[in-house]
């Protein structure tokens, strides 16, 4: 087991100025199906990446087959990175009150929501961080109903022994065909599992297939309440919006894109974000995926223009 390296990477994307290429983004990126036939690939797709928040729709697949009677928004709060609106916290206090509980059980660090103006305006009221409005807070309170489902303890429910994390890990071998996993620990205090952004892409194909019931469920709850995975006018949820393909951020430059069996999986090295949308809506058009008409859209609507003054002076462009 390997990490990716430079030597490992292509170029995903540049970003030029005046005529001057300013950045380049490199990383790795791989196009594949359902039974894991590569259909395009870039860098090293057999090195060890940590699929951080990507991970999460395998995850909530994982809570329902425990049993957790997660539908709809709840279901989608299950596997979101959210942006931590007013909106959003409230569905997952009103999802904690459904079991009993409060707050207070959340495993995850408290935080300041994603979003930008929802940081402002909870910090212009002088609150603080805070647990609910961590982005992985719907992920935890969903955990925390498939423990009170089977009666497991909620103040251990993140301990890589406990029943619901070894439910997670087998579903996770299961979709991924992963050989190994590289044990780690997510930023929101979860179990993490290092793998290749082949078993990856495999495991977030077969996610999308339609061939497993509560995959395919989560699928349509995510289509029903995009706003939910991660916020309006937000990436992910625009993605969901336009095309109707799973989009999801996972930190340090990662992103899924996946639909009817189809998963792209982007690593950026750097870990950043900026390349990757449009890489990922360039690779599903190429693919047959989503039109291009969509691709097009989505580019010019998430992709921020290079700017001098009020001029626009340049462009990120995708490289593969």
Request: contains cysteine; hydrophobic residues 45%.
């Amino acid at each position: 087991m390997h990490a990716l390296s430079v030597d490992g990477c292509v170029e995903l994307a540049t970003l030029d100025r005046n005529g001057l290429v300013e950045s380049r983004h490199i990383g790795a990126f791989v196009v594949i199906d359902a039974a894991g036939s590569v259909l395009e690939s870039g860098g090293d797709i057999d090195a060890i990446i940590f699929p951080r928040s990507t991970l999460k729709p395998l995850q909530a697949v994982a809570l329902l087959r425990a049993g957790a009677g997660l539908d709809g928004v709840d279901l989608v709060m299950a596997s979101a990175s959210h942006c931590g609106s007013h909106r959003h916290s409230d569905a997952v206090e009103a999802m904690l009150a459904h079991d009993g509980l409060s707050v207070d059980d959340l495993g995850c660090p408290p935080q300041w929501p994603l979003g930008v103006s929802d940081k402002a305006e909870r910090l212009a009221r002088g609150e603080k961080p805070q647990r609910v409005t961590m982005n992985c807070s719907g992920k935890h309170a969903a955990f925390l109903r498939a423990c009170v489902a089977n009666g497991w303890d909620t103040a251990t429910y993140l301990e890589p022994s406990h029943p619901l994390q070894q439910t997670i890990k087998a579903v996770i071998e299961e979709f991924t065909g992963a050989a190994e996993l590289w044990p780690a620990v997510d930023g929101c205090g979860a179990p993490l599992f290092g793998m290749s952004l082949r078993a990856l892409g495999t495991g977030l194909a077969r996610m999308s297939d339609g061939t497993d019931a509560d995959a395919t469920k989560l699928v349509e709850a995510i289509r029903t309440n995009p706003w939910a995975l991660d916020g309006p006018g937000r990436d992910n949820t625009r993605v969901i919006e336009e095309t109707g393909t799973i989009a999801k951020i996972g930190a340090e430059g990662v992103l899924l894109a996946a639909r009817d069996g189809v998963a792209v999986v982007i690593k950026c090295l750097d870990g950043s974000q900026r390349p990757n949308t449009a890489v990922a809506v360039t690779l599903l058009e190429r693919h047959g995926v989503i039109s291009a008409e969509a691709r097009d859209t989505l580019i010019r609507d998430l992709v921020e223009p290079v700017l001098g003054g009020d001029t626009v002076v340049g462009a990120l462009t995708v490289s593969v």
